[in-house]
C-alpha cells in the first residue's frame, strides 16, 4: 500500500513544479490553437501536421534558442511534464480506445512486435559489440530503446545492465535524436504515397508502432494521418510496451548467469526485483476496459479526450524543449552510427517484417 500510495502522489505536481508546468501548458494550448487556425486557414490539414508536431518542432526551436537561460528555474517542471504528464496522457488515451479496436489489431501487431523487438535487439547486440567495438553497456541500452520504447526502455534497462550515468545519457540521445527523426519521415513518406503499395492504412498504423521508438513518437506519427490510424498505431505500441518487462527479466538472467557462483539465484531474484516496469501500460489497459464495459455519457468522454489531447501535447512541447541539438555531439560517433544503423534497419527491416506478417 505505502509503494502504490507513493506511486500516486508522484503524478501529483508541487510548487516547484508549477513555474516549469505553466510554460508548457501555455506553449502546448498555443499550438492546439495555431493546429486549428491553420486548418481553418489551409482549408484542410496539411501534409504531416498536427498540434503534436507542431509543439515538439516548436518546443525544439525554443529549446535550442531561448529556453537553456531559463532552464534552471523551468526544468523541474519540464521534467515533469515529459514524464508523469506522458504517462497520464497515454493512461488517458485509454478513453480513445475500445477492446474492438483492440481486437480488430489482433495477432499481426503482436506478431509483428515480437519480431521487430527480437531481431532489433540482436542485431543491435552484433553490430554494436562484433563491428563497431561500441562498449557493451551502450550496445544493450541502445538496443533496448531501439527495439521497444526508446528512452524509457533506456532508463528501465539501466539498473538490469549496471550502466554508468554518461553511457544511459548517450542511449537515450541516439532514441531521442532517431526518434524524433522517425516521427516525422513517416508520415511524410506516406502522404507521398511511397507507403501505399506495400502498406494498407491499418498496415500503417502497425508498422508505426513496431518500428518507431517512443510511445509518443508513435502517438505524432499515427496521429498525422488519421485519428484511426493513430489509434492502431498506440495500440500496437502499448503491445510493445508490455514487453518490456519480460524482456527485462530475460536480459538480467542472461547477464546474470554464467559466472559458476553459488549465489547466482540470490543475485538474479535480486536484480529481478530491480526491474522498472512499465506500469502506465497497465493502468492504459484497465482504462480501456472501463471504456469497454462501463456506461460512459458523451460529455465525459469528450472531455477526457480533449484532456488526453492537452495532455499529449505538453508532453511533446517538453520533450521538445528538452531535445537539444547539442545531444548528437555527446552521443559521439560510433554510438550515433550505431542508432543510424538501427534506424535504417527499423525502417527497413520492420518494414519487411511487417509485410511479410501481412501477407500470412
Not at 492546439?32 to 504531416?48: A, C, P
Not at 554510438?335 to 550505431?338: A, E, V
Not at 534506424?343 to 519487411?352: A, E, S
Given at each position: 500500500m505505502q509503494v502504490l500510495a507513493q506511486s500516486v502522489t508522484s503524478y501529483l505536481p508541487n510548487n516547484r513544479h508549477l513555474t516549469g508546468l505553466m510554460v508548457v501548458l501555455i506553449g502546448s494550448l498555443f499550438c492546439?490553437?495555431?493546429?486549428?487556425?491553420?486548418?481553418?486557414?489551409?482549408?484542410?490539414?496539411?501534409?504531416?501536421l498536427s498540434s503534436l508536431t507542431l509543439a515538439i518542432l516548436l518546443g525544439m526551436l525554443l529549446g535550442n534558442?531561448?529556453?537553456?537561460?531559463?532552464?534552471?528555474?523551468?526544468?523541474?517542471?519540464?521534467?515533469?511534464?515529459?514524464?508523469?504528464?506522458?504517462?497520464?496522457?497515454?493512461?488517458?488515451?485509454?478513453?480513445?480506445?475500445t477492446l474492438t479496436q483492440v481486437s480488430s489489431v489482433g495477432m499481426p501487431a503482436i506478431m509483428t512486435d515480437a519480431l521487430v523487438l527480437t531481431s532489433t535487439f540482436l542485431l543491435t547486440y552484433w553490430l554494436g559489440t562484433r563491428w563497431l567495438k561500441v562498449d557493451k553497456q551502450t550496445t544493450l541500452l541502445i538496443g533496448s530503446g531501439a527495439s521497444i520504447c526508446g528512452a524509457a526502455a533506456v532508463i528501465a534497462a539501466e539498473p538490469v545492465v549496471k550502466a554508468d550515468a554518461h553511457k544511459v545519457t548517450i542511449a537515450v540521445a541516439t532514441v531521442v535524436v532517431f526518434g524524433t527523426i522517425a516521427m516525422l519521415l513517416y508520415p511524410f513518406l506516406y502522404h507521398l504515397g511511397w507507403l501505399q503499395p506495400w502498406l494498407n492504412a491499418e498496415q500503417y498504423g502497425i508498422y508505426t508502432g513496431s518500428t518507431i521508438h517512443e510511445v509518443a513518437q508513435v502517438v505524432v506519427a499515427g496521429n498525422a494521418i488519421s485519428?484511426?490510424?493513430?489509434?492502431?498505431?498506440?495500440v500496437t505500441k502499448m503491445i510493445r510496451v508490455m514487453m518490456l518487462a519480460p524482456f527485462l527479466l530475460v536480459l538480467s538472467f542472461v547477464l546474470t548467469t554464467g559466472n559458476g557462483d553459488k549465489d547466482d539465484k540470490p543475485s538474479i531474484m535480486n536484480r529481478i526485483q530491480q526491474v522498472n516496469i512499465p506500469w502506465f501500460a497497465f493502468v492504459f489497459i484497465i482504462i480501456v476496459l472501463l471504456h469497454t464495459w462501463v456506461p460512459m455519457s458523451q460529455g465525459f468522454e469528450r472531455s477526457m479526450v480533449m484532456l488526453d489531447d492537452v495532455l499529449l501535447t505538453m508532453a511533446m512541447f517538453a520533450l521538445g524543449l528538452t531535445t537539444h541539438l547539442s545531444a548528437i555531439k555527446q552521443a559521439g560517433v560510433k554510438?550515433?552510427?550505431?542508432g543510424a544503423i538501427m534506424?535504417?534497419?527499423?525502417?527497413?527491416?520492420?518494414?519487411?517484417i511487417n509485410?511479410?506478417?501481412?501477407l500470412i
Open positions: 492546439l490553437w495555431l493546429d486549428m487556425s491553420i486548418d481553418n486557414w489551409s482549408g484542410g490539414r496539411i501534409v504531416g534558442t531561448v529556453y537553456p537561460s531559463f532552464a534552471d528555474r523551468l526544468q523541474v517542471g519540464v521534467t515533469f511534464a515529459k514524464g508523469q504528464i506522458l504517462r497520464l496522457a497515454i493512461m488517458f488515451y485509454g478513453f480513445k480506445l485519428t484511426d490510424i493513430g489509434d492502431t498505431a498506440v554510438p550515433l552510427m550505431l534506424f535504417v534497419w527499423l525502417i527497413v527491416g520492420g518494414g519487411m509485410i511479410g506478417i501481412g
